[in-house]
Each structure stands twice: as C-alpha cells, then as structure tokens.
C-alpha cells in the first residue's frame, strides 16, 4: 500500500476522491439550491468543455495569465537578484515593498480599469502584480544566500559585475527563485480570476460570476472545479520542469539528508 502510495498522482488523485465525496456527502446533509451535490456540478463539466465559447474564455484567460506571468518574471526576478547583491537598493526598495505587499492586488482592480478600461491590460497589469512580490522576494533571499566565496573566486577569474550575476548568482540562486515563480503560478491565477469578476467582459472569472448571477450553482461549482484543475495541471507542470532545471540541488539535500 505504501509503494501505491508513492507513485505519481496516487496521492493527489486520493485527495481529490475523497474531498468529492466529503463533498456529496456534506450537500446531501445540508439540503440547499447553493450547494448542489458533487454528481450534479461533474455533470455540467461536458457542456462547459464542450462549448466553443467557453473554451474561448477559459484559453483567454490563460494567455493573459501565461502574459502577466512572463512580464513579472522579466522585470521582479532581476530587480529581486540585484536587491540580494546591493545594499544601496535594498535599502531603496525595501520599505516601498512593506507597504504595497500587503494590498491586496484585486483591490487595485477599480483603479486600474480608469487608467486602462476593462480590457486586456487592465487584467494583465494585475496579473503582473500579483506574480511580481513573490518572485521579487525569493529571487532576493536567493541572491542573498550565495556564498561571498563563490563571488570572490569569480572576481579573481576577471569576471565584471554583470558576469558575476548571470553566471554565478543566477545559477545559484535559481531553486529560490523557480520557489517564487511557483507560488507566482498560483497568485497569477487568483488575480486572474478576481479580475475577470470585475472587468466581466469574458475569461473564465466572467463565466463564474454570470452562472452566479443567473443561480445556476451547479454551473458555479463545474467552473470552480475547472479552475482548481487547471491550477493543478499547471503546478505539475511547472514542478516537472523545476526538477530538470535543478536536478543538482535536489541531488546536494538528499546528499546532505542523508549525512545526517
């Protein structure tokens, strides 16, 4: 049993099993239109796949997460790096990020549709940051946890400063910073949604919240499930390739682990 266990999805796939039974079992008990049973929301799930339109919708929302994603990784990861290696600009933008870390991204939603309207940008800049803090923040405990040493001996070798970050602290740094870019996935994908609640033009957030408007629960809970099955194929996803990329830090702590 516990080698089954140990097998790829085995695990998650039990889960998720027994989160829809509790999931019948608490509906059939509680008896109300606002929670249909399990059976009835995964009947909804062939409509919406289905459905031309939908599909349309939920892919638009992906391309804008994948965007504000691709932006935040662009522009907080190097930001992050350099505030690991400077004092100077660590001291600059430490006391800013206290203060906007905080805000909820969401709420910024309002604001952002009078500067932009409710299209595209709008929901891409608040993609962007609500991915951006966490990247910014691991890269920056990446960067400050390389080794003085390993800095020095590239300074030695005639390395300049920029050398120095692409070839020594980025590398070193990188299991941190794929750490933040993994949990940028998931913050990506709450902002998304809460954006497409408010600027309801279409995405999946916007088929969330009309089925909510028009009491077709059953349709409310399919989407949550879509959107929760997406959040994991994504997550899995980016956990197969994070394990190629840092193959050789997993191997240095199960080394380390098992030195002790």
């Known amino acids: 049993m516990k ?17 829809l039974l509790a999931w019948q079992a608490a509906a059939l008990l509680y008896d109300n239109a606002g929670l249909p049973t399990a059976g009835q929301a995964m009947r909804e799930l ?19 997460m994948v965007i504000g994603f691709a932006l935040a990784l662009a522009v907080a990861a190097p930001i992050g790096l350099m505030m690991g290696r400077s004092a100077l600009l660590e001291s600059l933008l430490n006391p800013l990020l ?11 939603m309002p ?24 990247l910014l923040y ?10 003085e040493k390993m800095l020095w001996s590239a300074a030695a070798m005639g390395m300049n400063g920029l050398q120095r970050m692409v070839r020594v602290v980025l590398p070193a740094a990188l299991p941190e910073v794929l ?9 990506g994908l709450i902002t998304m949604i809460t954006s497409e609640m408010i600027a309801r033009q279409d995405g999946a957030g916007n088929i969330l919240f009309n089925a909510m408007d028009m009491a077709q629960y059953e349709l409310v809970y399919a989407m949550i499930v879509v959107i929760g099955a997406l959040g994991i194929l994504l997550d899995v996803c980016f956990e197969s ?16 682990a098992g030195s002790l």
């Open 241 to 256: 390739a994070r394990a190629r990329l840092t193959h050789w830090a997993d191997r240095q702590s199960d080394a380390a």
């Open 3 to 19: 080698s089954l266990l140990r097998l790829p999805g085995v695990s998650a796939l039990l889960v998720c099993l027994a989160l």
């Open 179 to 187: 750490t933040g870019c993994r949990t940028g996935i998931v913050m």
């Open 98 to 108: 206290m203060v906007v870390y905080p805000i909820p991204k969401a709420a910024l």
């Open 138 to 147: 691991h890269s920056y405990q990446g960067a400050r946890a390389v080794e």
């Open 46 to 64: 062939p409509a919406i796949l289905a459905d031309r339109d939908s599909l349309l919708d939920i892919l638009g929302s992906l391309r804008r």
């Open 111 to 134: 604001l952002i549709m009078l500067w932009l309207g409710v299209g595209d940008a709008s929901k891409i800049l608040v993609v962007f940051l609500g991915v951006s803090l966490p």
